[in-house]
C-alpha cells in the first residue's frame, strides 16, 4: 500500500501533472480577479451565482484531474493468468509482464507494465487512461472544458470594458467603469484567454473523442484492431462482430457514473450475443500472426543516432517526412538486426535482434529509424546461392518495400 502511494506521488510530481495545474491554477485565479471587479458577487443574486458555478468549475477540473492521475487504470498483476490455463492459447503473453494479457489489456512501454482496457498515454496526467481512471479523465474533460468556456466569457468581457473604460466615463456610464487594467493585468488577461481557449480547443476535441469512445464501448487501441478485423473479414467475404458494443446505453454505464469508479473486475466483460471473452483476442492472435508473415529482417550498414530529426545525419528529406507517432526512434550500430514490419518513405519501424543471456531476457528495443542505415535481407536457398557466387545464408540488397 506505501509502495504503491509513494509511485502515485511520484507519477503526479512530474513537468506534465504540474504544468495542467499550472495551467488551472492561472486561469483560475486571474477569472476571479477580473471578475471581482467585473461583476463582483456581493452586487446581486446573479453575479453571485456566476461566481460561485466558476469555482464549482474549476475546483472539479482540479479534483477530476488529481484523481485519474493518482487513480491510475489499473494494472494487470505481474505473470498473471487465466484461472483457466486452456485458454492460454487464445491470450498474448507479454515477455515484459511475464504472464498473460487479460482481454482489452495492453502493455505500455511508458508505464512499462499491462494496463487494463487501455485506451491511451495521457503526458499531462503522466499516466495512463484505462478501465479504473476513464470515468475520472471524462469527467475532468468536460469540467476542463465547461470552466474555460466560462472563464473565457468572464475574462473577454472584462478586457472588453477595461479597454473602454474611458468611453464609458465620457458617456455617464459609471456603473461599468469598475475594471481598472494595468500593463501587468492587461497583459496576463490576454495570455490568460488564450490559454483559456487553447484549452477548450484542445481538450474539447479529445472530450468529444471520448465520449464516442464510450458510446461505442471501444478504446482507441480496439478503434485500430477493429479496423483491421474488418478488413480482413471483408477480405475473406465474412462479417467481423465487436463483441463488447452493448448499445448506447449500456456503453455508456460501462464507464460514466455518479462516482467514477470502474465497472466489474477488469478481467471478465459483458459481450455480445455470439461472443465470448476471447473473441477479440483470438482477432488480435490472427492480425499477428499475419504481422509476422510480412515481418523482414533488415542489417545496419549506417548507424541510427535515435534523433527525432536527424538532420546531419540523414539529410532534410528524412527530417521532413517523419512517421506521425509518439513511437520512440532507437539507436542501432552497424551490423545490428532488425525485424521490421512497418515501412514509411524515409523509415522503418521494426525491432532489434538480441541475443538472450542465461540470466534474464534482454528488454525489447522496437521503434523508427531513418531507412537510409539499412538494406534488407533475402535469404537464398542452396542452389541459388551457387549460382549467384555467394555464400548460402543472406544477400544484401537495396529493394525498396511497398
Known sequence: MFLGCYNAIRRFLHWGPLTAIGIIQSITVMT??????????????????NQTVFVLLSLGTGFYFVMASLTGPGYLRLKWRPAHHSADEQLQFCIVCGGYKAPRSHHCRKCDRCVIKMDHHCPWINNCVGWANHGYF????????LGCIHGTV???????????????????????????LTVSSLVLCVFNIGLAIGVVLTVGA????????????????EDWIVEKARFRAERNEQTFVYPY??????NVKQVINFTCRPVGNGYEWPVVEGCDQYTLTREQLAQKEEK????????????????????FSQGPSVCLSPPLTDEPRIKLEVDDIVRVTRWRKHWLFGEKLQEPTKKT??????GWF???????????????????????????TNKKDV
Open 138 to 145: 471524462t469527467a475532468f474533460l468536460a469540467f476542463a472544458v
Open 245 to 250: 458494443d452493448l448499445g448506447r446505453w449500456s
Open 370 to 396: 531513418p531507412r537510409k542505415c539499412a538494406v534488407e535481407y533475402i535469404e537464398l536457398d542452396d542452389d541459388d546461392a551457387v549460382m549467384s557466387g555467394v555464400p548460402p545464408i543472406y544477400e544484401n
Open 206 to 221: 479529445l472530450l468529444v473523442y471520448q465520449v464516442r469512445s464510450i458510446l461505442n464501448n471501444r478504446t482507441a487501441i
Open 292 to 311: 509476422r508473415a510480412r515481418t523482414r529482417t533488415y542489417t545496419i550498414v549506417r548507424p541510427a543516432t535515435g534523433s527525432w530529426f536527424p538532420l
Open 154 to 180: 468572464i475574462l473577454g468581457s472584462s478586457l472588453y470594458v477595461g479597454l473602454y473604460r474611458d468611453w464609458y466615463v465620457y458617456y455617464g456610464h459609471l456603473s461599468k467603469v469598475n475594471v481598472k
Open 361 to 366: 531476457i534482454p528488454k525489447r528495443i522496437r
Open 32 to 49: 476571479i480577479y477580473m471578475n471581482s471587479m467585473w461583476w463582483p458577487s456581493h452586487t446581486s443574486l446573479w453575479a453571485l451565482i
